[in-house]
Nanobody, 126 residues
């Protein structure tokens, strides 16, 4: 079992930056694939960024390419999402996830992940 707790969300102006953290406990998160998803009001949860276990590969949604970065600190058992050049359309609840996706397509799907955090709100004002 892995427990995930996100933090770092908040209100920021367009063009600004935020760094979200996802602290894991229970088991080391380095052995799992990890990802960030987001969900805006009235919309489905969507994939943002993900990395295979030990960061061999990373997956990035086109909407955040060149602006968002995913990283891990294995010593701290924490996953980060650095968000730059934020836009109002980035406003959403951001969720951290961990798991063992069974195939390539699963890395960008909510079905590929077993463990989820409670989410942290990010609001970008124009």
């Amino acid at each position: 079992q892995v427990q995930l707790v996100e933090s770092g969300g908040g209100l920021v102006q367009a063009g600004g930056s935020l760094n979200l953290s996802c602290a894991a406990s229970g088991r080391t998160v380095s052995t799992y694939a990890v990802a960030w998803f987001r969900q805006a009001p009235g919309k489905e949860r969507e994939f943002v960024l993900g990395a295979t276990s030990r960061n061999y590969l990373q997956y990035v949604a086109d909407s955040v390419k060149g602006r968002f970065i995913i990283s891990r600190d294995n010593a701290e058992n924490t996953v980060y999402l650095q968000m730059n050049s934020l836009r109002p359309e980035d406003t959403a609840v951001y969720y951290c996830a961990a798991g063992t996706p069974p195939n390539t397509m699963s890395y960008t799907s909510v079905r590929g992940y077993t463990y989820w955090g409670q989410g942290t709100q990010v609001t970008v004002s124009s």
